[in-house]
């Protein structure tokens, strides 16, 4: 079998002491493909980014592309990543040299690269820039001159320049309005379609997901609770985690749900790390850590995985009759 494109092996990540993200394991598959890493603040998806990207070396574990570890890699293999391997950052301002002019930020990427004859790079940003929907008169600006979402494009125009295979997306639209959002979504999915383009997205936003990825992978504290396809994961959740995120978006005549204890409550040192939150949490929870496990299509760390895929079948389908109009 071929090898994926990106592939993190029981990596373990700490900083100093503290560890961060324990024994994940996921696989990112060459495009057009969508893999997505869901979790709140804190719990790890920023730092697994970097140790994708070569910039955290894991504890223990392996980081690979296409089957081989990251140190291994001369220095030409290396530059083959760097090009096929990309990050989109959260913060355009904060990822962009203020003292550059667009052309600049965008050239010195090509350049850099070494594939793009200086003679043509020009005429090559400009056609990055229109590429993401960008006018090339904006090549003479720099970033304080420009929206929020025109920086965001910026960044992303500077990530497609040199052809890359996958984008790692690091909550891409987060600083962005509701408008702009959805350009910069329609955007990347127009890429995705036209330039077999996989990437990584890493978000909270379940409708994100839901849109532009295919297979989930849900984060609590560093460790994995539920992966397996977006579809099934989000319509029918087998772990309390997962629908506790997927209930807490508010709805039109739906109050979010509250989860079982404080929000702030770090997890446990032993037993389920999600045991001081969950509503479904019985002694065996707080005793004995549960292993990832296969059910019904999906990998669930929860010993009552079963009983709450259960509990929403149930639910659906008395969703459904009520929905269902009278004869």
Sequence with gaps: MTAPLLQADAVTLAYGRVTVVEELSLAIPDGPHGVALIGESGSGKTTIARALLGLVQPRAGTV?????????????????????????????????????????????????DGKVRRATVAERVAQSLE??????????????????????????ARALAVDPQLLILDEPTSALDVTVQSRILDLLQQLREERGIGYLLITHNLAIVERLCSVAHVLFEGKIMEAGPTASILRRPAHPYTALLRDSVPSVGRAPRQAGASANVSAAAQGCPFQHRCPSVVELCRAERPPLQQIAG????????????????????????LAEPAE
């Design 64 to 112: 690979a592309y296409r089957g081989r570890a990251l140190p291994s890699l001369g220095r030409g293999d290396m530059r083959a990543y760097r090009r096929t391997v990309q990050p989109v950052f959260q913060q355009g301002n904060q990822a962009l040299n203020p003292r550059m002019t667009v052309a600049a930020l965008i050239g010195e990427a090509m350049t850099l």
């Design 298 to 321: 999906r990998t669930v760390a929860c010993h009552r995985a079963e009983e709450v895929l259960g509990a929403e079948r149930r639910a659906a389908g008395s969703a459904g009759a």
């Design 131 to 156: 590429a993401v929907g960008l006018d090339r008169a904006l090549m003479s600006r720099k970033p304080h001159q420009l929206s929020g979402g025109q920086r965001q494009r910026v960044v992303l």
